[in-house]
């Protein structure tokens, strides 16, 4: 008898299914708009030269492949505590912080997920409507129960902030809610400083434990700046969860360099937390993967790197910036129908361009451009050279 028989083939994943029908189209116009993945004018991924320059030095100062301790680079982690809340934030004084590093920010969302399972099995955890399609599965997996609060508003191309609030005002004590620091995704809408503000006040009346997932720390406004909502709730609540990861910010995508950072009670509480912590990933994967960390280590170690890590991530993020201005411009010079401003608004690598299912398969098979269904782009997919193209394209499928 065979035992897998009772597992059935299953569809393409959405975007990797995009990936590879991009792969294979031979039309010498087309435009990949699907995965995040940044890349430059060239359509290209290069390797940061900060990076590239870690690697250079990790080779000639790596003495040994010996295990890492479980919570990977003791190095590493305080540097990466110092870039998610800045210095002198009152909770690392206070010894209420715990990072830990983790297999991207994939692995720090799952194993959030279940360190929250074991401190109370099936809480449940509202989400945005939209979110990222991949939380449903990295914390619906460890036995979270998943609730939807309202975020994206399709019509008006903002958040909707009251309808968000009211919901977030019917939470039960104890519950999480999942918030995105930065660069919403899917729709690169964020909350204003004063909307973080009101969401502060609601989660802290409530008892309502903020996790933020943090994938794009330095692509919305700057590296201090994204942290606003992050480091204002680590410092008025009790409990904050911290999912952060460096595949965007320092280009590692397939290093698998992330962090859990956990705010907690108080300092024995933060010990006592940590040790289930490590005892959860022990049970995973005993310990992180080593490579990605070593580079952020060295970067944030070191004076010149970190400058040059920097202006690399400057000049990203304002591309990126700039592409949705173009975009704007170019959309709507074409015509007056609809206004496209909101994209030059949002942050970060996506928005939705507000297109039904016809038009973006009618995209994808008359044009060669590629996004997911629900016409998120993402943005840092467009070039000088097609901007033209994909606004004329869009405009002809109106
Ligand atoms: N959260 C969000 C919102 C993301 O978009 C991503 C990457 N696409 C991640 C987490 C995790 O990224 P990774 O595991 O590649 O570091």
């Not at 990949?32 to 080779?59: C, F, S, W």
């Not at 009251?162 to 939470?171: P, Q, S, Y």
């Not at 690598?349 to 996004?371: A, T, W």
Request: charged share 20%; aromatic share 8%; hydrophobic share 40%.
């Amino acid at each position: 008898p065979v035992m897998f028989e009772t597992l059935k083939l299953l569809p393409a994943d959405p975007i990797l299914g995009l990936s590879m029908a991009y792969a294979k189209d031979t039309n010498p116009a087309k435009v990949d708009l699907g995965v995040g993945v940044y890349k430059n004018d060239e359509g290209q991924t290069p390797i940061m030269a900060a990076v590239a320059e870690a690697e250079k030095q990790r080779i000639t100062r790596e003495t040994t492949k010996a295990y890492t301790p479980p919570a990977g680079y003791p190095g590493a982690n305080e540097a990466v505590t110092r870039l998610i809340y800045g210095e002198g934030h009152v909770a690392v004084l206070a010894n209420r912080v715990r990072t830990i590093q983790t297999p991207g920010g994939c692995g720090a969302l799952r194993v959030a997920a279940e360190l929250i399972q074991r401190a109370k099995p099936g809480a449940s955890i509202w989400v945005s409507t939209p979110t990222w399609a991949n939380h449903i599965p990295l914390l619906g997996s460890a036995g979270l129960s998943l609730k939807e609060y309202p975020y994206y508003d399709y019509t008006s191309h903002s958040i909707n902030l009251e309808a968000m609030l009211a919901t977030l005002k019917t939470i039960p004590r104890g519950d999480l809610v999942l918030l995105h620091a930065c660069c919403h995704n899917p729709s690169g809408a964020d909350l204003s400083r004063a909307q973080w503000d009101q969401v502060a006040d609601v989660l802290q009346e409530r008892g309502v434990i903020p996790f933020v997932d943090m994938a794009y720390q330095g692509f919305g406004e700057g590296l201090d700046e994204d942290t606003y909502g992050l480091r204002l709730l680590a410092s008025r609540l009790p409990e904050v969860v911290i999912a952060t990861s460096f595949s965007k910010n320092f280009g590692l995508y397939r290093e698998r360099a992330g962090s859990l950072s956990l705010v907690l009670a108080d300092a024995a509480q933060a010990d006592a937390t940590n040790s289930q912590l490590l005892s959860v990933t022990r049970g995973l994967y005993s310990m992180p993967p080593a490579h990605g960390a070593a580079l952020v280590d060295i970067i944030l170690h070191s004076p010149e790197l970190t400058a040059l890590w920097q202006r690399e991530l400057t000049s990203m993020r304002e591309r990126i910036a700039g592409l949705r201005v173009d975009l704007v411009a170019a959309l709507n010079g074409l015509q007056q129908q609809r206004d496209f401003s909101f994209i030059a608004q949002e942050r970060g690598m996506f928005s939705f361009l507000g297109l039904n299912v016809e038009q973006v398969q009618k995209l994808r098979s008359e044009y060669s451009i590629y996004m997911t269904d629900n016409s998120r782009i993402s943005v840092a997919g467009l070039r000088a050279q097609n901007i033209d193209y994909v606004a004329r394209a869009v405009v002809a499928v109106l």
